[in-house]
């Protein structure tokens, strides 16, 4: 008998075979640091500094089952010498810290890419700024430098002043054109906070996403490319920036016998035994990014026949070195799924990103801005088959919560919202699964 298909998700944790998240989870508990700081703590800090300031060709990690022996494969760029990073409880807390010294504040404003996780633009918000929504350009899906430009100078034109900062997302692992943004940033002078926190480990032209910009944001959620759980880590250009993210995640304390509060302050450091996970995961980091290009070339293959499905793929320029955290596709609106008719008739229960936390009710099954019916009939198809396909994200100017923000606006999120999907990408998705997952799509598509 067949053994019954297990549900094949977009991107589970995996932990190494040879379990040295929990060889470091048990020190921590063997030594009694069970606390936001400690060894392991500040070795996976290390450790992240090694991997996001190594050369390609230093392969950091090279021998991913033995990490004794990395440091020695590691081989410093020396343009990111001074490189420090800082582990925070989450992604989210990374850009608000990063935001935070960047120095936006109360009326400020800050440019940041509406094709996102909502975690890119709502720090902007905790800090009583207001994000300024700049759409993408169609090559790489991320932040469009000409509507960056243009957005800059309106705001200026309009408030009187440039905006604090520039917030552009490596989406589903994709690196933004990072030339482009650096000249227009360094042009009016404003810092770059990259949001890598899909795109732990893409690069561009060899170096890492997250070392470009004043600082670079990685995220250890569970659905990431390395997980600690939940985590993030704030990449930073030198280590007075560090000190300063450091002091704002322990809830910025003076140098007193006593506590003394100048500013205010967040406690956002990371546990000791989620970094003992984190240096676990470093270990099989580099196979985790092998394995998701690998996904994605059997995509591309396997999608090569079937017409409608366009694959999202990097730029021909081989500077373009994406993860493929997540990989997405397109599907044309001509196209007709499997059970289209019924797509968006009921009410759904449920939200998508599954389990965790709760999901406020509503009382209609549509929104004015949603994917076309053959995306959402392809989903529930998908589901049938236990596979777990998404919507991309919904662009940021188009949710109800930032309606009256400014944005700077060509169509290209929008219809790509319209048309585009996930598919299953992480450590555990098999060549088996990735065929079985094209297959499916083949069957819902209505002949
Ligand atoms: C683009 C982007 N930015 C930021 C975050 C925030 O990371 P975290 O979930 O660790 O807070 C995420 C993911 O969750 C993300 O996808």
């Given at each position: 008998m067949s053994e019954e298909r297990k549900t094949i998700y977009l991107c589970l944790a995996h932990m190494s075979d040879e379990g040295f998240e929990q060889k470091y989870v048990q020190e921590a508990f063997d030594t009694n640091w069970v606390v936001p700081m400690g060894p392991n703590v500040t070795a996976f800090e290390e450790d992240l500094r090694k991997f996001v300031t190594g050369n390609v060709e230093s392969a950091v990690y090279q021998d991913s089952r033995c990490p004794e022996a990395t440091s020695a494969a590691w081989n410093l760029n020396p343009a990111l010498k001074d490189t420090k990073v800082v582990c925070l409880s989450a992604g989210t807390a990374a850009v608000h810290l990063a935001l935070l010294a960047c120095g936006v504040g109360p009326g400020d404003e800050v440019c940041v890419q509406s094709f996102t996780f909502c975690a890119s633009s709502h720090p902007i918000t905790y800090l009583g700024a207001t994000p300024v929504f700049i759409d993408s350009e169609a090559e790489t899906w991320n932040m469009d430098p000409e509507l960056l430009e243009k957005a800059i100078l309106d705001r200026k034109e309009k408030t009187g002043k440039y905006p604090k900062a520039i917030v552009p997302v490596a989406l589903y692992g994709m690196p933004y054109k990072i030339d482009e943004i650096m000249a227009i940033a360094n042009k009016y002078g404003i810092p770059v906070v990259e949001d890598a926190a899909e795109g732990m480990g893409s690069r561009f032209n060899g170096q890492v996403l997250g070392t470009f910009g004043k600082f670079g944001v990685l995220s250890f959620n569970g659905n990431k490319m390395i997980t600690t759980s939940g985590g993030g880590a704030l990449i930073c250009q030198n280590a007075e920036d560090a000190n300063t993210i450091m002091w704002y995640a322990t809830q910025a304390r003076d140098a007193y016998p006593y506590y003394e509060h100048t500013a205010i302050g967040y406690n956002y450091r990371m546990s000791n035994v989620c970094a003992g996970i984190g240096r676990g995961q470093m270990t099989v980091l580099n196979d985790h990014i092998a394995h998701h290009k690998h996904v994605q070339e059997l995509y591309k293959e396997l999608f090569k026949?079937?017409?409608?499905i366009t694959l999202h793929e990097q730029p021909a320029d081989p500077r373009y070195d994406a993860n493929f955290w997540l990989c997405a596709a397109t599907i044309g609106p001509e196209i007709r799924i499997k059970g289209q008719e019924n797509a968006y008739k009921e009410v759904i229960k449920t939200a998508v990103g599954g389990a965790a936390g709760v999901i406020k009710a509503v009382d209609s099954a549509t929104t004015d801005c949603q994917p076309n019916e053959n995306v959402e009939a392809l989903r529930v198809f998908m589901l049938s088959k236990k596979v777990e396909c998404r919507p991309v994200w919904k662009p940021m100017h188009k949710q109800p919560v930032y309606k009256n923000n400014p944005a700077y606006i060509n169509g290209v999120s929008e219809s790509l919202f319209k048309i585009g999907f996930c598919l299953p990408a992480g450590p555990y998705v098999s060549d088996d699964d990735v065929k079985y997952i094209v297959d499916c799509i083949k069957e819902a598509i209505v002949k």
């Open positions: 026949d079937v017409p409608g």
